[in-house]
């Protein structure tokens, strides 16, 4: 009997433990994507995006389908350093859901001198795709 409960006990701490290792991973995804985006490198911040056709961005413009696509949105939307500004985050939520997904909850902002300051908030799902964790799911407003 003993011995199930330090096993059932293993398991519950090695969860929690893997849970915390995602979740700061995906900390970290989403500081590097600032940090690129703050350097004007977009591909470099598309680089955390999943590269298909399944990746959806959602906005108050409606979904944009699509790795290439999304990319073009954001290279229109934000075509020099001046309009892409010095963006900030604030995680509110990250919930490692299963081993394989995860929901991101934040605020962004956009600060931009003489184009005016833009922000709002977003939701992630990410997946864990060969130990990577990408975004499968932006819903930006």
Same mark, same amino acid.
């Given at each position: 009997?003993?011995?199930?409960?330090?096993?059932?006990?293993?398991?519950?701490?090695?969860?929690?433990?893997?849970?915390?290792?995602?979740?700061?991973?995906?900390?970290?995804?989403?500081?590097?994507?600032?940090?690129?985006?703050?350097?004007?490198?977009?591909?470099?911040?598309?680089?955390?995006?999943?590269?298909?056709?399944?990746?959806?961005?959602?906005? +108050?413009? %409606?979904?944009?389908? &699509?790795?290439?696509?999304? $990319?073009?949105?954001?290279? /229109?939307?934000?075509?020099?350093?001046?309009?892409?500004?010095?963006?900030?985050?604030?995680?509110?939520?990250?919930?490692?859901?299963?081993?394989?997904?995860?929901?991101?909850?934040?605020?962004?902002?956009?600060?931009?001198? +003489?184009? %005016?300051?833009?922000? &709002?908030?977003?939701?992630? $799902?990410?997946?864990?795709? /060969?130990?990577?964790?990408?975004?499968?799911?932006?819903?930006?407003?």
């Amino acid at each position: 009997m003993t011995g199930k409960i330090c096993i059932l006990l293993f398991i519950a701490f090695s969860s929690l433990a893997q849970t915390n290792t995602d979740e700061a991973a995906i900390r970290t995804i989403l500081a590097t994507q600032n940090k690129l985006w703050n350097q004007g490198d977009i591909p470099g911040f598309m680089a955390y995006y999943h590269h298909s056709n399944d990746l959806k961005f959602i906005s +108050k413009n %409606g979904i944009t389908q &699509g790795w290439e696509a999304t $990319l073009a949105r954001y290279q /229109k939307s934000y075509p020099n350093q001046e309009a892409m500004g010095q963006l900030t985050f604030d995680i509110l939520e990250v919930d490692v859901t299963a081993a394989k997904t995860a929901w991101v909850i934040g605020q962004w902002n956009l600060v931009r001198p +003489k184009l %005016g300051d833009v922000g &709002g908030h977003f939701t992630l $799902l990410l997946k864990k795709v /060969k130990g990577k964790w990408l975004i499968f799911r932006d819903h930006t407003s």
